[in-house]
């Protein structure tokens, strides 16, 4: 199978970001914060039909484990899962999309050094650059190649 013939059919198997779409048409979209590390607690608030659910790590104690317990059962449901990212920090925002995140919300920043940061953490990285890894099962449909070695590089 083709590169371009393999990244098709997982653009198809994808969920697609409702979240996205209403903010592009201009409606609104409705969501909730959950700091308690919890995935009994996040499914919950998936089944009450949001359409996100941001996981927040800067102000509750949840680890990367719990966090990605939490977003893989809001994944089941049609909601966006997101996470604020604890700090500013390359390491807090490229382990956000290994979790299950579809994006990160930032804490506070106050400059334009910060901001460039963010920007290149989230972007994918070229593979052979030492890339980490990415969660074996991110979706419903089952387990996902690695984004990096799957989807074209932004970066030159």
């Known amino acids: 199978m083709t590169r371009s013939r393999e990244s098709a059919r997982m653009a198809a198997r994808m969920t697609p970001n409702h979240v996205k779409h209403k903010l592009r048409a201009g409606t609104p ?6 700091n308690i ?33 939490m ?16 700090e500013i920090t390359k ?16 804490p506070d920043g106050r400059s334009r050094e910060e901001v460039e ?6 972007k994918y990285r070229r593979p052979g650059s030492g890339a980490s890894a990415a969660a074996a099962m991110r979706s419903p449909s089952g387990p996902t190649p690695s984004p990096t070695s799957a989807a074209p590089t932004t970066r030159s």
């Open 29 to 34: 979209s409705v969501g909730s914060w959950l």
């Open 91 to 106: 390491g807090a925002i490229e382990c956000v999309p290994d979790a299950g995140a579809w994006c990160f919300v930032a």
């Open 117 to 122: 940061l963010m920007v290149a953490a989230a």
């Open 37 to 69: 590390g919890s995935p009994t607690s996040a499914e919950t608030l998936a089944a009450l039909g949001f359409d996100c659910l941001c996981v927040d790590r800067e102000h509750g104690q949840i680890d990367l484990e719990t966090l990605a317990a």
């Open 71 to 86: 977003l893989a059962a809001v994944v089941r449901y049609p909601m966006a899962p997101l996470a604020r990212i604890p």
